[in-house]
């Protein structure tokens, strides 16, 4: 007959094994992943209706520079390589980034004196939405977007350019907004 195990032996065997299972978890967890570490949690003294932003907040666009007149108009600044649709009431609409041709027009106060709806740009590149608003040393400057989207290619040594390229949407935009005579107010 075989032997018989005393029952506090077994009960004593259960324990070392749950004992050792234990050990193994908490060496595993202290070693894996830890999804919630450094993520703040809300005390009982937080708004119930506080909740963290899961994206970043943009910061906001640059404000419409100072003395650039009143009423709607288009503003360029030279320096900034930016636009500002802004409307009758004073309230920039949008604003976005520009690349610039290689004449600048002086500061000043112009009026938008076309539109033609697409042409082949001096660089060769298929453009549309172009608006003319001023003349520098012989060379017209206007807004335009490449049909296709892109960013302008660098201009050939010496070729003076007058297109003031922006991204499709904002061309788009641009078209929208303008008409014969809109204002078009340039800062350095």
């Known amino acids: ?54 994206t970043p907040r943009k910061p906001a666009p640059p404000a419409v520079p100072p ?33 610039p041709g290689t004449v600048d027009p002086d500061p000043g106060t112009y009026a938008v004196s076309h539109r033609l709806a697409a042409t082949t740009g001096s660089d060769g590149v298929q453009v549309e939405h172009i608006v003319y608003f001023a003349a520098k040393s012989g060379v017209s400057v206007a807004f335009s977007n490449a049909v296709d989207g892109s960013s302008p290619p ?18 788009t935009a641009l078209w929208t907004f303008t008409s014969a005579p809109t204002k078009v107010t340039v800062v350095k």
């Open 1 to 54: 007959m075989p032997a018989r195990i005393p029952s506090w032996a077994w009960v004593g065997g259960l324990t070392v094994g749950a004992v050792a299972a234990v050990v193994v978890l908490a060496v595993q967890a202290d070693h894996g992943p830890h999804p919630t570490a450094g993520t703040a949690r809300p005390s009982a003294s937080a708004s119930a209706g506080a909740r963290p932003s899961a």
């Open 154 to 171: 660098p201009p050939a040594a010496g070729k003076q350019t007058g297109g003031i390229r922006m991204p499709k949407p904002d061309g």
């Open 67 to 99: 003395g650039t007149g009143t009423g709607r108009r288009i503003v360029y600044s030279v320096g900034q390589h930016r636009v500002w649709l802004v409307d009758a009431s004073d309230s920039p609409s949008r604003t976005f980034t520009v690349w």
